[in-house]
């Protein structure tokens, strides 16, 4: 079985600043593609940013330039550093992995619990 644990969420205000993170613990052989989600309240889920086995990265238009994924492999760990926030980034920011086991076939894909970010005006 595999956890994904975050921390760092919080309540900033305007302009501020926040570094959310997310460890995966449990079987694991390899992580490949990690990537953070968020969701508002009455809105649908969405891409926020991702970063490739060899730390390739893409960013939501909404986030370029004050958002930084980046990742820790010998520790199993993606971090999302998010700068200038604003009122529109609160939403509660979700971790996913994908990764494969220890003797098990195949890729499969886990989320992390939430973390909620609250940005005031």
């Known amino acids: 079985q595999v956890q994904l644990v975050e921390s760092g969420g919080g309540l900033v205000q305007a302009g501020g600043s926040l570094r959310l993170s997310c460890a995966a613990s449990g079987s694991i052989l390899s992580i490949n593609v990690m990537e953070w989600y968020r969701q508002a309240p009455g809105k649908q889920r969405e891409l926020v940013a991702t970063?490739?086995?060899?730390?390739?990265?893409k960013y939501a238009d909404s986030v370029k330039g004050r958002f930084t994924i980046s990742r820790d492999n010998a520790k199993n760990t993606v971090y999302l550093e998010m700068n200038s926030l604003k009122p529109e980034d609160t939403a509660v920011y979700y971790c996913?992995?994908?990764?494969?086991?220890?003797?098990?076939?195949?890729?499969?894909?886990?989320w992390g619990q939430g973390t909620q970010v609250t940005v005031s005006s």
């Open positions: 970063i490739s086995t060899g730390g390739s990265t």
């Open positions: 996913r992995m994908t990764l494969s086991h220890n003797h098990v076939p195949g890729e499969y894909q886990y």
